[in-house]
């Protein structure tokens, strides 16, 4: 019996220790790296879900409709369709832009309704329109940044195309594999229109829809190219080889004609903020070298 009690002793600091680096290897590791895909999204959209709703927040949801119903369909149609060519950040939807709006109506009602008990009309005035500025503001720079990264995309992937659709390969299998090749707002379309395919689309409106959606006028012209080039029956890989050259030299121009913007601006720029404070220097230089005394002259 009493060489049994150091035994236990040993076992149990040995489980002890076991347990402590088990537990320290558990803390230390990631918690969704054996998680499936589809299960990490259900866990975010619930952590979406269960997180805490402000009192503006309650607000905003409750007149959200109310909102929609006044805008009317046709312009509900408009914002979607902005929405859809700003690539739905952040899974923006209407309702959420209609909340978005109806958040910063309140906030910016109220900032107009204090100048005007100040007396502040103008502010009161710039407080009001700049209710329905900002928010569409933001989508209008969300959408140029995502139609610029689909314009630079493009040509290389017109070319990865046409070669991968030269060595044989069907135009879906292809458009499949090389649109993996890439990153961004391009995959995301592609990936979307691949799915629109899949579930029985017709290509022509397939595509028709990704030239809505990307507000591109690289993508323009390649869909139209393409749906041109398969109701005529011409070869697909010189066609779209065409299409990336041609893809290739407007985005070139592009870049020019950004670049003959930006002069402008820079000189601009340089002349405000580099010219006065050198005239300043060489008016003072000039007035401590000759020693005038310049009270004596105006009197």
Same mark, same amino acid.
């Given at each position: 019996?009493?060489?049994?009690? !150091?035994?236990?002793?040993?076992?149990?600091?040995?489980?002890?220790?076991?347990?402590?680096?088990?537990?320290?290897?558990?803390?230390?590791?990631?918690?969704?790296?054996?998680?499936?895909?589809?299960?990490?999204?259900?866990?975010?959209?619930?952590?979406?879900?269960?997180?805490?709703?402000?009192?503006?927040?309650?607000?905003?949801?409750?007149?959200?409709?109310?909102?929609?119903?006044?805008?009317?369909?046709?312009? @509900?149609?408009?914002?979607?369709?902005?929405?859809?060519?700003?690539?739905?950040?952040?899974?923006?939807?209407?309702?959420?832009?209609?909340?978005?709006?109806? /958040?910063?109506?309140?906030?910016?009602?109220?900032?107009?309704?204090?100048?005007?008990?100040?007396?502040?009309?103008? &502010?009161?005035?710039?407080?009001?329109?700049?209710?329905?500025?900002?928010?569409?503001?933001?989508?209008?720079?969300?959408?140029?940044?995502? &139609?610029?990264?689909?314009?630079?995309?493009?040509?290389?992937?017109?070319?990865?195309?046409?070669?991968?659709?030269?060595?044989?390969?069907?135009?879906? &299998?292809?458009?499949?594999?090389?649109?993996?090749?890439?990153?961004?707002?391009?995959?995301?379309?592609?990936?979307?229109?691949?799915?629109?395919?899949?579930?029985?689309? !017709?290509?022509?409106?397939?595509?028709?829809?990704?030239?809505?959606?990307?507000?591109?006028?690289?993508?323009?012209?390649?869909?139209?190219?393409?749906?041109?080039?398969?109701?005529?029956?011409?070869?697909?890989?010189? @066609?779209?080889?065409?299409?990336?050259?041609? &893809?290739?030299?407007?985005?070139?121009?592009?870049?020019?004609? /950004?670049?003959?913007?930006?002069?402008?601006?820079?000189?601009?720029?340089?002349?405000?903020?580099?010219?006065?404070?050198?005239?300043?220097?060489?008016?003072?230089?000039?007035?401590?070298?000759?020693?005038?005394?310049?009270?004596?002259?105006?009197?």
């Amino acid at each position: 019996m009493a060489g049994l009690v !150091p035994l236990a002793v040993g076992l149990l600091v040995t489980g002890c220790f076991v347990v402590f680096v088990l537990g320290w290897r558990m803390a230390r590791a990631d918690t969704l790296e054996n998680w499936d895909v589809a299960d990490i999204a259900l866990l975010r959209d619930q952590n979406r879900r269960k997180r805490q709703v402000g009192p503006l927040d309650r607000l905003a949801r409750r007149f959200a409709p109310q909102l929609g119903m006044l805008l009317g369909p046709r312009i @509900t149609g408009n914002i979607r369709h902005r929405i859809d060519m700003a690539g739905r950040p952040e899974g923006m939807t209407v309702d959420s832009f209609l909340q978005l709006l109806v /958040k910063y109506a309140m906030l910016f009602g109220a900032a107009a309704l204090a100048f005007l008990l100040l007396g502040n009309y103008l &502010s009161a005035v710039i407080a009001l329109v700049a209710t329905p500025i900002l928010p569409f503001s933001r989508l209008s720079g969300q959408q140029r940044k995502r &139609s610029e990264a689909i314009d630079n995309d493009l040509p290389d992937f017109l070319d990865v195309l046409a070669v991968t659709v030269g060595a044989g390969i069907g135009f879906r &299998s292809a458009l499949d594999r090389v649109s993996t090749r890439f990153e961004g707002p391009l995959r995301n379309e592609l990936a979307f229109t691949l799915h629109q395919l899949d579930v029985g689309v !017709p290509r022509r409106q397939a595509f028709t829809n990704l030239r809505n959606r990307s507000n591109s006028d690289a993508m323009a012209s390649f869909v139209s190219a393409f749906l041109q080039a398969e109701e005529l029956g011409a070869p697909l890989g010189e @066609t779209l080889s065409g299409i990336a050259r041609d &893809s290739r030299r407007e985005a070139a121009q592009r870049a020019r004609q /950004k670049a003959a913007r930006t002069v402008p601006r820079v000189t601009l720029l340089v002349s405000m903020l580099m010219v006065p404070p050198v005239l300043l220097i060489i008016a003072v230089g000039l007035y401590l070298g000759t020693g005038v005394d310049v009270g004596s002259i105006l009197g």
